[in-house]
C-alpha cells in the first residue's frame, strides 16, 4: 500500500496514467478548466501533475483517484465489493449469542488492536514549519466563475470531542477568505460540526488540525460513513494493512497523519460566523452563500517539496462519483 501521495502518483507514472503539465497555468480557474475537462474524458481521463502554477506556487495534483481503476489501486483491492465485504466485517459483525461466539469474535478484535493508529516522533510533513505562513503559499484553486472564492476541496479536518476527546476526521470544503483565515463547511450532522457545538457549548474555542495531501486509504476513510464511535484511523489501518503514523501537532493539541504533505494547525471560536458561498456543487448548480464557522490559521508544517492535491466538485462525471 501507498505510504503516501508520492508513491501513488509515481506508481500512476509508471502505469502511464498520470499527465504532467509543465506549462504555467492559473489556479484561478485555468486549472480547474483542465482538471473539469480530464474528469469528463472516457475512463474518467489521467491522473494530473500541474507542476508549475502560475506564481511559482508547489504543484498541483488533482484528479489521482479519477477512475475505477486508480482508486482500486489506492485502496489495494481488485473490486471495491471486495472493499464492501471488508469494511461490512469490520462496522457490522455478528452480536455474540453466548460465550463460544464471543471467542470467535477475538481474532476481530485483535485484528482491529493491532492495527489502532500509532504516534511517532516526527514525520514529513513537518519539515518545514512556518509560525507566520499564511494560505498564499498554497495554489488553491477556484473553480468556478461564481464561486466565492478559492476553495480548499480535499482537505482531512481533524477535530476532537472537548467532552470525550473522541476523534473526528471529515472531509470539508475550506473557502479562503484571506491568508490566515477560512470558512468552515461543516453540516450539522457532521462530526466535527458535533465537536463545534459541544465547544460552543462550553464557552471555548475549538482547535483544528487540516491535513492536505494525505496517503490515499486515509483521504477514502475520511469520507466512509462510518458509525458512530469507530476512528477512520481504525479503518484506513486495516484497509493499508499497516498501523497509520501521527505525529503531534506544533501548536494545537491534536494529531496528523504524519506522511501529509501540508497540515493547517488552527482553531474556531465559539459564535464566530461568516458568509460562505457560493460555490460550485455536485448538482452543476451554485450552493447558495451563508454563515459558516471560521477557521483561524496559527501554524503551517509541510514538506520540504509539497504538493498541493486538490479535485474539482460540479456535475458528474467528476472524480468524487
Given amino acids: 500500500m501507498f505510504v503516501d501521495v508520492n508513491a501513488f502518483i509515481a506508481e500512476l507514472e509508471r502505469r502511464k496514467e498520470l499527465a504532467r503539465i509543465a506549462a504555467p497555468v492559473h489556479p484561478s480557474l485555468e486549472i480547474a478548466a483542465v482538471i473539469d475537462r480530464a474528469c469528463k474524458s472516457p475512463g474518467g ?3 494530473l501533475l500541474f507542476e508549475q502554477p502560475t506564481g511559482g506556487a ?3 495534483a488533482a484528479n489521482l483517484y479519477g477512475s475505477l481503476s486508480r482508486i482500486c489501486l ?3 483491492v481488485e473490486t471495491l465489493d471486495d472493499l464492501s465485504h471488508e469494511i461490512e466485517a469490520l462496522t457490522t459483525p455478528p452480536m ?3 460465550f463460544m461466539d464471543a471467542l470467535k469474535l477475538m481474532p476481530l478484535v485483535n485484528r482491529l488492536t493491532d492495527l489502532m493508529p500509532k504516534t511517532v516522533k516526527d514525520g514529513p510533513c513537518q519539515e518545514v514549519v512556518k ?3 499564511g494560505l498564499d ?3 488553491v484553486l477556484t473553480t468556478w466563475p461564481e464561486d466565492g472564492g478559492p476553495f480548499i476541496t480535499l482537505p482531512l479536518v481533524i477535530t476532537k470531542d472537548p467532552e470525550t476527546g473522541m476523534r473526528n476526521i471529515g472531509t470539508y470544503r475550506m473557502q479562503v477568505f484571506d491568508r490566515r483565515t477560512t470558512g468552515m463547511h461543516w453540516q450539522r450532522h457532521k462530526g466535527g460540526a458535533q465537536h463545534h457545538r459541544v465547544a460552543e457549548r462550553l464557552g471555548q474555542r475549538l482547535e483544528v488540525a487540516v491535513a492536505l495531501g494525505a496517503d490515499p486509504v486515509l483521504q477514502y476513510t475520511a469520507t466512509a460513513p462510518m458509525p458512530e464511535g469507530l476512528d477512520e484511523l481504525m ?3 486495516v484497509l493499508a494493512k499497516r498501523r497509520v503514523e501521527m505525529v503531534k501537532c506544533r501548536t494545537v493539541d491534536l494529531e496528523v497523519p504524519a506522511h501529509a504533505q501540508i497540515v493547517l494547525e488552527g482553531y474556531v471560536e465559539p459564535g464566530e460566523r461568516r458568509r460562505e458561498g457560493p460555490f460550485g ?3 452543476g448548480l451554485y450552493s447558495l452563500a451563508d454563515d459558516f464557522p471560521v477557521f483561524h490559521l496559527q501554524c503551517i508544517t509541510m514538506r520540504k517539496k509539497p504538493i498541493y492535491v486538490a479535485t474539482v466538485v460540479g456535475r458528474p462525471p467528476m472524480e468524487d462519483v
Fill in 45 to 47: 481521463g489521467p491522473a
Fill in 281 to 283: 456543487d455536485h448538482t
Fill in 58 to 60: 508547489m504543484p498541483v
Fill in 131 to 133: 509560525m507566520d505562513g
Fill in 96 to 98: 455474540p449469542k453466548g
Fill in 74 to 76: 489506492a485502496l489495494g
Fill in 137 to 139: 503559499e498554497i495554489p
Fill in 235 to 237: 479503518l484506513a489501518g
